[in-house]
């Protein structure tokens, strides 16, 4: 198993602002992967955060609006840059520790991010 | 395109009954499926997993069926209870490095 926390827990920010989500594994894991919820929706995968090269992001998503950093196995971050209120959501970081064995996903508590 | 398709409606039942829930695919072969609990404010929490060559699975009151002919896996949870009150996601494997798409989740209220 893994234990998984965020920060920040929720925000409210300004328009054209950006917002970095620290997401904190308490064990070394290969596979992190950083989803967006919003209201009332699933989770949509945004990327996969690899440890020492570029995040590998879904369709839909791109580097300059959600840049990510994995500097090591137990941490990363995601940037929501230049914010609109579309980007109003819950933001999910998950670790996946034990690939191979069992392939079950772990996730944070989600960062709740309102953009006015 | 690919698809995962849930009950959008809420299942309300009383406790003590059998909650089942449907997640149905398209266009997917998956090596596995994963149910997931997910309440209000928090992360989803994994349930269970069902590989493409197993029939059922089962973890203490919780039932979950995948047919890969019919595309559809069910979710059962046997017994209720007002706590089991939750949303519920089935999540299919996408590629080999563990990326996960999730169906838009069935909400369970299991009244008293």
């Known amino acids: 198993s893994a234990v998984i926390s965020q920060k920040p827990s929720r925000d409210i920010c300004q328009r054209g602002t950006s917002l970095t989500i620290q997401c904190q594994v308490d064990?070394?894991?290969?596979?992190m992967f950083w989803y967006r919820q919003q209201p009332g929706q699933s989770l949509t995968l945004i990327a996969t955060?690899?440890?020492?090269?570029?995040?590998?992001?879904e369709s839909g998503f791109v580097i300059d609006k959600f840049p990510i950093s994995r500097p090591n196995l137990t941490f990363s971050t995601l940037t929501v840059s230049n914010m609109s209120p579309e980007d109003s959501s819950i933001y999910l970081c998950?670790?996946?520790?034990?690939?191979?064995?069992?392939?079950?996903?772990?996730f944070g508590p989600g960062t709740r991010l309102l953009v006015l | 395109s690919q698809k995962i398709e849930q009950n959008s409606e809420a299942l309300n039942i009383q406790e003590g009954k059998t909650a089942t829930l449907t997640c149905n695919y398209t266009?997917?072969?998956?090596?596995?499926l994963q149910w997931y609990r997910q309440d209000p404010g928090r992360g989803p929490v994994f349930l269970l997993l069902?590989?493409?060559?197993?029939k059922e699975k089962r973890k203490e009151r919780l039932k979950v069926t995948f047919d890969t002919t019919l595309k559809q896996s069910l979710f059962h949870i046997t017994a209720s209870q007002p706590a089991d009150s939750a949303t519920y996601l089935c999540?299919?494997?996408?590629?080999?490095?563990?990326?996960?798409?999730f169906g838009a989740g069935t909400q369970v209220v299991v009244t008293p």
């Open positions: 998950s670790v996946e520790p034990d690939r191979g064995r069992q392939e079950t996903q772990y």
């Open positions: 064990s070394q894991v290969t596979m």
């Open positions: 955060a690899n440890q020492g090269s570029e995040a590998t992001y």
């Open positions: 266009n997917y072969s998956p090596a596995y």
């Open positions: 069902i590989r493409e060559n197993e």
């Open positions: 999540a299919l494997e996408t590629d080999s490095w563990g990326k996960l798409q």
